[in-house]
């Protein structure tokens, strides 16, 4: 279906981009630095900001207004000063504990690594110059040097190691989290958070590596913020302080609830589980109707995640559908509405099936296996041996090694390696 202009509009799309290494613009210059298209109904674009005091927004996002708040409040000078009496100890070094860590370490303050010694995070903190003894510690040493607990264990880990972990949080400390799930479902994880410490969290919207990159491209995350218990006054505004240190750009208000709920969903939803299925089922019907395996991952999967995806990010939905022919956008606009009324009902049971706890104690279940990383390795396996990523290597190789193209390509790859060629 793709449009010849495509790789046009996406080019001049992304020279709209923040250039990297800078971070200036506010939220709403953001927004009004969008590429204008004649398509873009102009009302989309209209001052959405209501009331602002710096770095606090109150913003109309359609008709709801929310607060965001701005890491332009927090330069780095009045985070050491706020923090300049705290130590932040930072369990767990997974994904989020490697960028959170390093971000906080870059911008200065005084951060520890609290992990277990001689597994696997111990050694990527050695390797992250993380000093043992200095800073880098076992679990309970780490939480009794810091004032700030930052749990960034696998949410089944908080959940397995909270015995130990919880007579260590006396009054004082604060406990901060990047999901709601183990406090919000403390009857299936049993993480009952003390009642006189503030329990805060800071849910970046993106993986670890993305946090950590983005900060070093002088960008910020989209974070979601919240407070679960305010003791002192303060635990709002030490919570978006942390945000802004960790590398966010954005923070979102929410609760602990709202943020588990569209996190836990999302995820298994539009973000991951649901798109992987569309992928599949659109691919296995042109697969079994005679189209070759790199004609379906291109109409699959190339085209969306290299084309159109980048566009609705950039620009929007309708954006998007403008840029694409007649033929294509008559044919999207009336097919969505069928997508939509079939899978809204799986929606909803993903939804119950979230709100209910049967998805946090699935997780629970089997991430506490002590197999659990071979047993996911054997799932990844299973998923790169799908003829359709199969495909997606070659047509990744293809475009990596152009000079090859020339030659037929009859042979499907194995993963990981590269594509065989017949020739
Ligand atoms: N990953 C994301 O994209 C993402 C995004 C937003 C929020 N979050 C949230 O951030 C938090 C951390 O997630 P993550 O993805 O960074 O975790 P992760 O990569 O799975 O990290 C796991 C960490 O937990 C440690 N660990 C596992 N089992 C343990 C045990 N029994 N005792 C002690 N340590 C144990 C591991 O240490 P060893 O190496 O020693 O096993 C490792 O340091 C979670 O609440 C998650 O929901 C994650």
């Known amino acids: 279906m793709a449009s010849k202009s495509f790789a046009r509009t996406l080019r001049a799309a992304s020279k709209q981009k923040v250039p990297s290494g800078t971070f200036q613009r506010s939220f709403s210059s953001a927004l009004a630095a969008r590429p204008a298209v004649a398509a873009q109904p102009k009302a989309a674009l209209a001052a959405p900001?209501?009331?602002?005091?710096?770095?606090?927004?109150?913003?109309?996002?359609?008709?709801t207004k929310e607060t965001v708040y701005e890491r332009e409040d927090w330069p780095r000078e009045k985070l050491h000063e706020y923090f300049k009496n705290?130590?932040?100890?930072?369990?767990?070094?997974?994904s989020q504990g490697h960028g959170q860590g390093l971000n906080l370490r870059d911008n200065g303050l005084n951060v520890i690594v609290g992990v277990r010694k001689n597994g696997a995070s111990w050694k990527e903190a050695e390797q992250d110059g993380w000093i043992p003894g200095k800073n880098l510690f076992e679990v309970d040493e780490a939480i009794s040097k810091g004032s700030i607990i930052m749990n960034l264990l696998s949410d089944a880990a908080q959940s397995e190691t909270w015995p130990a972990i919880k007579p260590q949080l006396t009054k004082g400390k604060t406990l901060?989290?990047?999901h709601g799930f183990s406090p919000v479902?403390?009857?299936?994880?049993?993480?009952?958070?003390?009642?006189?410490?503030d329990v805060i969290l800071v849910a970046p919207k993106g993986s670890g590596r993305t946090v950590r990159s983005l900060f070093r491209e002088g960008r910020g995350i989209n974070s979601s913020v919240a407070v679960f218990q305010d003791v002192t006054g303060k635990a709002e505004e030490k919570a978006v302080a942390l945000g802004v240190a960790v590398g966010s750009g954005y923070l979102y208000k929410t609760t602990f609830e709202k943020e588990v709920f569209s996190d836990l969903y999302g995820e298994?939803?539009?973000?991951?589980?649901?798109i992987h299925g569309m992928f599949l089922a659109q691919y296995e019907v042109l697969r079994e109707r005679g189209h070759s395996p790199s004609e379906a991952f291109n109409e699959t999967v190339e085209e969306a995640t290299q084309s159109l995806y980048p566009l609705i990010g950039a620009n929007g939905m309708d954006w998007m559908y403008a840029a694409c022919s007649t033929t294509a956008?008559?044919?999207a606009i009336d097919w969505s509405s069928k997508f939509k009324d079939t899978l809204?009902?799986?929606?909803?049971?993903?939804?119950d099936s979230v709100k209910d706890g049967s998805e946090t104690q699935r997780s629970l279940d089997y991430n506490s296996q002590p197999n659990y990383r071979e047993l996911y390795e054997k799932e990844m396996q299973e998923i790169r041996d799908l003829?359709?990523?199969?495909?997606?290597k070659a047509v990744r190789y293809v475009i990596l090694h152009a000079s090859i193209v020339t030659r037929t390509m009859l042979t499907l790859p194995t993963a990981p390696s590269a594509p065989r060629t017949t020739k």
């Open 185 to 197: 479902f403390k009857n299936l994880t049993k993480v009952d958070v003390p009642t006189d410490i």
């Open 387 to 392: 003829e359709i990523w199969r495909a997606g």
């Open 86 to 94: 705290d130590t932040l100890a930072l369990i767990g070094y997974g």
């Open 49 to 63: 900001v209501q009331q602002q005091s710096r770095g606090i927004k109150t913003i109309d996002f359609a008709g």
């Open 344 to 351: 809204k009902p799986v929606f909803n049971e993903l939804y």
């Open 176 to 178: 901060y989290f990047s």
């Open 329 to 331: 956008r008559r044919g």
């Open 268 to 274: 298994r939803g539009c973000l991951m589980g649901g």
